[in-house]
């Protein structure tokens, strides 16, 4: 109780007018000097980094959507009893029940609406869904979505010492995922919209030490500060990012075309209004080289001579960000 109250307590200093939200479980040692280790549950590899957002994996050649929070109590046969918290008032988008349709197990998401921004939270691994959750229900911060568990369909499976909560802050790609991915994955789980893949996301432990330093901190504003890693021209009809996402248009006027700006790890941040491009769309245009530097995985582009170009991955990344159906 005493690391809820923490919590709760610094939601209460917040001005009326400001983003109203708390950690996803009682695990706050995100916040305490040296608390990284604490707060993050490894995988096998055994480093506090693989818990962590980004390039954290398999020294680091592989990609970690979220970050994974350790469990702070367990029961007489070791399983973790942590709750699984709503970070703040949404609506729940989509529960998975069956843990092995997904290698997220059981899994629950939920839609906000931050400072005109609309973003999905995603809650995973849980020993078991709160009774009576249901998708279309509104929740309040706070309110109890599961339970830290384990659940998993990969073959390795998690052990109970290794139970955590797999968390993030995520942007759902494409409305029409469900028809794109019906031409690749006809066999794909009946998860529609709600498909891992259709997801891009920033780093939740990032966005919570600048939340806990700033109580007035404007999401729209913080999303727009992300550094663009490159931006892709596109034709206005057909980029769907844009109608999900008006707060990020820039420039006066329609104009048949946009350019977008680009996280390293494929999250629009920034669309500028384009009346002319000089190139076939779509097409990569500006490339921010030290900045892709730094990423050891997820290379949505890739320099090939002395012209960038989109990489096989890329190239399914655009190929969803501009579907439309017929």
Same mark, same amino acid.
């Given at each position: 109780?005493?690391?809820?109250?923490?919590?709760?307590?610094?939601?209460?200093?917040?001005?009326?007018? &400001?983003?109203?939200?708390?950690?996803?479980?009682? =695990?706050?040692?995100?916040?305490?000097?040296?608390?990284? $280790?604490? !707060?993050?549950?490894?995988?096998?590899?055994?480093?506090?980094?693989?818990?962590?957002?980004?390039?954290?994996?398999?020294?680091?050649?592989?990609?970690?959507?979220?970050?994974?929070?350790?469990?702070?109590?367990?029961?007489?046969?070791?399983?973790?009893?942590?709750?699984?918290?709503?970070?703040?008032?949404?609506?729940?988008?989509?529960?998975?029940?069956?843990?092995?349709?997904? /290698?997220?197990?059981?899994?629950?998401?939920?839609?906000?609406?931050?400072?005109?921004?609309?973003?999905?939270?995603?809650?995973?691994?849980?020993?078991?869904? $709160?009774?009576?959750?249901?998708?279309?229900?509104?929740?309040?911060?706070?309110?109890?979505?599961?339970?830290?568990?384990?659940?998993?369909?990969?073959?390795?499976?998690?052990?109970?010492?290794?139970?955590?909560?797999?968390?993030?802050?995520?942007?759902?790609? =494409?409305?029409? !995922?469900?028809?794109?991915?019906?031409?690749?994955?006809?066999?794909?789980?009946?998860?529609?919209?709600? =498909?891992?893949? =259709?997801?891009?996301?920033?780093?939740?432990?990032?966005? !919570?030490?600048?939340?806990?330093?700033?109580?007035?901190? /404007?999401?729209? &504003?913080?999303? $727009?500060?992300?550094?663009?890693?490159?931006?892709?021209?596109?034709?206005?009809?057909?980029?769907?990012?844009?109608?999900?996402?008006?707060?990020?248009?820039?420039?006066?006027?329609?104009?048949?075309?946009?350019?977008?700006?680009?996280?390293?790890?494929?999250?629009?941040?920034?669309?500028?209004?384009?009346?002319?491009?000089?190139?076939?769309?779509?097409?990569?245009?500006?490339?921010?080289?030290?900045?892709?530097?730094?990423?050891?995985?997820?290379?949505?582009?890739?320099?090939?001579?002395?012209?960038?170009?989109?990489?096989?991955?890329?190239?399914?990344?655009?190929?969803?960000?501009?579907?439309?159906?017929?």
């Amino acid at each position: 109780m005493r690391r809820r109250g923490w919590i709760w307590f610094l939601a209460a200093a917040a001005p009326a007018w &400001a983003l109203d939200l708390c950690l996803p479980t009682p =695990n706050d040692a995100l916040f305490r000097p040296g608390g990284a $280790a604490a !707060f993050y549950q490894p995988t096998v590899e055994g480093t506090t980094e693989s818990g962590m957002f980004g390039c954290t994996r398999r020294d680091g050649r592989r990609f970690h959507e979220g970050v994974d929070i350790r469990c702070l109590e367990r029961d007489r046969r070791g399983e973790c009893v942590d709750p699984v918290w709503a970070v703040g008032e949404g609506v729940v988008a989509f529960i998975n029940h069956r843990p092995g349709l997904s /290698n997220y197990g059981r899994y629950v998401m939920l839609e906000h609406h931050w400072d005109g921004v609309r973003v999905h939270t995603l809650y995973a691994h849980l020993r078991e869904v $709160a009774d009576g959750l249901t998708v279309g229900q509104t929740v309040m911060k706070g309110h109890r979505l599961g339970t830290v568990g384990r659940s998993t369909n990969t073959r390795e499976g998690i052990s109970s010492d290794r139970a955590h909560l797999h968390f993030e802050l995520c942007f759902l790609l =494409n409305p029409d !995922f469900q028809r794109w991915n019906a031409r690749r994955e006809p066999k794909a789980p009946p998860f529609g919209n709600f =498909n891992g893949q =259709n997801f891009s996301g920033l780093d939740p432990a990032a966005f !919570f030490h600048a939340y806990a330093a700033d109580r007035t901190l /404007n999401f729209a &504003a913080y999303l $727009a500060r992300q550094p663009v890693a490159f931006t892709v021209l596109v034709r206005a009809d057909r980029l769907p990012w844009a109608q999900l996402h008006p707060e990020q248009i820039t420039g006066n006027g329609p104009a048949p075309y946009y350019e977008v700006g680009v996280t390293t790890t494929g999250l629009p941040v920034k669309l500028w209004r384009r009346a002319t491009v000089d190139r076939p769309v779509p097409a990569l245009h500006l490339v921010n080289e030290p900045l892709l530097a730094t990423v050891t995985c997820r290379q949505l582009v890739s320099r090939v001579g002395d012209a960038w170009q989109f990489t096989p991955t890329g190239r399914d990344w655009l190929d969803l960000l501009t579907y439309r159906p017929d």
